[in-house]
């Protein structure tokens, strides 16, 4: 019988350990289309109870921002982010303007997906504000540009 209990009780705390580390926060974003970064329509918004339509679209200063899959969120104009979430079988595809990830709490990009630095070889490369990046285990970063991969490597 104890066994019985002790089992029990394993089984509940392993399912609110995994609820409270996957918990959302007001607002985090999450996408739910592909297509521009910069459209609202892409993107919903953690309210503290549900998620709800976005009202503009994700920056360094809102909470965690996560592609979900299959979404292909194209950056083509200057963006500046933080705690951003590749999921994988999302992508990221960036093809212009200046992404900048800022230090914030944890890590400031995480890709489990993929993450395609597709800009021109003339636009600035990718800039990390005393920040950090990881790839995940099945994370992809392609690189298509002719530039520097040097603020790649130094964070």
């Known amino acids: ?18 609820l409270s580390a ?9 996408s739910i289309a ?13 309210n503290g109870t549900t998620w709800v339509a976005a009202t503009t ?6 909470g965690v921002i996560t592609i979900q899959s299959p979404h292909t969120l ?3 104009a200057n963006v500046s982010l933080d705690q951003v979430v590749i999921n994988s079988g999302a992508t990221i595809n960036w ?3 200046t992404c900048t990830f800022v230090n914030g709490a944890g890590v400031d990009l995480l890709i489990n997906g993929t993450f ?9 490369s990718i800039t990390f504000t005393a920040s950090t990046w990881q790839m ?20």
């Open 1 to 18: 019988m104890n066994l019985l209990r002790f089992s029990a009780i394993t089984c509940v705390l392993s399912i609110f350990t995994h």
């Open 22 to 30: 996957n918990a959302q926060s007001a607002g985090d974003y999450q």
């Open 34 to 46: 592909s297509g521009p970064w910069s459209t609202i329509a892409n993107w919903q918004i953690f």
């Open 57 to 62: 679209a994700p920056t360094s200063t809102d």
């Open 74 to 76: 194209q950056i083509t």
């Open 95 to 97: 093809t212009g303007g």
């Open 116 to 124: 395609w630095d597709n800009r021109g070889a003339a636009t600035p």
């Open 136 to 155: 995940g285990t099945n994370g992809t970063l392609i690189r298509s540009a002719g530039n520097s991969s040097n603020n790649w490597q130094n964070n």
